[in-house]
């Protein structure tokens, strides 16, 4: 690669900024570079001024063999800011390395008029473009994929917490109803959720309920143990409910004790004993 001193790549930026800024937007506009459906015209030609900006005084700064030196810190933040926003919008990974590599055609072309019939110096020119401009979208790849992973945790933790609903069911009776497969990072979730519900209504009864649990093993035993446990230094008393046939052989078959919580095999076995525990009285009413 060339070094920055011997590079003509500043001064073809500096000097023929606008019409290269002009054909890198007509590049991105057209055909299947184009998504007018996510980024509007307004914002495409905004997005891509700032950056070639950025690139201009970046490439004028040296350093064209290390795009994550100090000299490329604004290219980067820019980069970053737009493959974030992207990750929310929709856009996917090629469309973002796109934004990037769709500048090399129109620097292509004016480097190819610049060098003239300087062969060996156009090569040189267009492996440094090559290089800086790969490496750039690689970074905004890389951003990419930490952005969408973070907002599918972000996703995964609200369905998590809405698969996981403290019910009231009557004046300090609580209800929680699982369905599906419980973990240790879902059992956590249930076990604040419980307990900061067992606060805001001064409950003393908390009903969990797992019919909907496929299986128990022993680790889900545990978690269950733990939730009984740390509602009752709440001061709130645990029954587990929707035992299924199989689910009691295997707790047996673990030997495992679900110490402190009364068990009972359905929701509306558990209901009837939570009422009659907080005073209630149920009777079966005449027509």
Same mark, same amino acid.
């Given at each position: ?37 996510? +980024?509007? %015209?307004?914002? !495409? ?6 950056? @070639?900006?950025?690139? =201009?005084?970046? &490439? ?79 970074f905004t790849t890389e ?25 009231? +069911?009557? %004046?300090?009776? !609580? ?6 497969? @419980?973990?240790?990072? =879902?059992?956590? &979730?249930v076990m604040e959720s ?94």
């Amino acid at each position: 690669m060339a070094s920055p001193d011997s590079s003509i790549l500043p001064a073809v930026v500096r000097d023929h900024q606008r019409e290269i800024l002009q054909q890198w937007i007509a590049e991105q506009s057209s055909g299947s570079n184009a998504r007018s459906d996510l +980024l509007s %015209d307004a914002e !495409l030609r905004q997005q891509s001024s700032e950056f @070639l900006q950025l690139f =201009r005084e970046a &490439v004028q700064a040296g350093n064209l063999g290390n795009v994550m030196g100090t000299e490329w810190q604004g290219v980067r933040e820019l980069l970053a800011t737009v493959s974030k926003a992207n990750a929310i919008r929709g856009f996917t990974p090629i469309d973002t390395a796109t934004f990037v590599l769709s500048l090399k055609r129109p620097l292509f072309q004016q480097l190819t008029t610049d060098a003239g019939s300087d062969a060996d110096l156009l090569a040189r020119e267009t492996w440094t473009v090559t290089t800086v401009l790969d490496s750039l979208a690689l970074f905004t790849t890389e951003v990419f994929q930490r952005s969408r992973e973070e907002v599918i945790s972000r996703q995964q933790q609200e369905l998590m917490e809405l698969s996981t609903p403290v019910v009231k +069911l009557w %004046d300090g009776i !609580l209800a929680v109803p699982l369905i599906g497969t @419980l973990d240790s990072a =879902r059992t956590q &979730v249930v076990m604040e959720s419980l307990l900061q519900r067992i606060v805001d209504t001064e409950a003393g009864i908390a009903i969990i309920d797992i019919a909907g649990v496929p299986t128990v093993d022993t680790l889900v035993a545990q978690h269950l143990i733990k939730t009984v446990a740390a509602a009752r230094l709440m001061g709130a008393e645990c029954i587990i409910s929707g035992i299924r046939p199989q689910i009691a052989q295997t707790i047996v078959h673990l030997g495992v004790e679900l110490v402190g919580a009364v068990t009972k095999a359905t929701l509306a076995d558990a209901i009837l004993y939570a009422l009659r525990q907080s005073g209630w009285s149920v009777s079966r009413g005449r027509s």
